[in-house]
């Protein structure tokens, strides 16, 4: 399999944020290079090879990728425990404080935002298009950290 095409952002200590890249080589075809998003127009194949990727980069397995279905909503899910994953069919900010949990979100021109606090190890992932930001979900995602203790 190819090397994973990412950038990655200084998160602080204990943490560990990347950005994917699409490492397209057929820029006119939008599923062509990386693609974990499962809800566009790829196919099941090419998304489980993404994420197969992404998962053997981060040296975690596949199925501790946390990938909601994002609707440009303010909606926030709180992972507490690794076996039991809210409903994700409506979210746009993921917020943990487990170890090694990976949060995904998608982005294309909307702005994707990291959030770390150090001391709790609590972490967030924000899709923030602007409906979001209009419904505050970095606020909403805040709460949501402060709630585990940040």
Do not use: E, F
Request: with cysteine.
């Amino acid at each position: 399999m190819t090397p994973l095409p990412h950038i990655t952002l200084n998160a602080g200590p204990n943490a560990t944020a990347l950005s994917t890249l699409r490492g397209a080589t057929r820029p006119n075809d939008p599923y062509d290079g990386l693609n974990c998003c499962h809800y566009t127009g790829d196919t099941p194949q090419h998304i489980q090879t993404s994420r197969t990727l992404l998962a053997r980069h981060l040296r975690i397995p596949l199925q501790k990728l946390i990938i909601p279905r994002q609707t440009h909503s303010a909606n926030v899910a709180t992972i507490t425990h690794p076996d039991h994953i809210p409903p994700l069919t409506d979210t746009d900010a993921l917020v943990t404080n487990l170890p090694r949990t990976p949060l995904l979100i998608h982005t294309a021109d909307c702005v994707p935002i990291i959030l770390h606090d150090p001391h709790t190890h609590t972490i967030a992932a924000i899709h923030a298009g602007w409906r979001g930001a209009i419904a505050d979900i970095t606020t909403h995602t805040i709460h949501a950290m402060t709630t585990l203790g940040a």
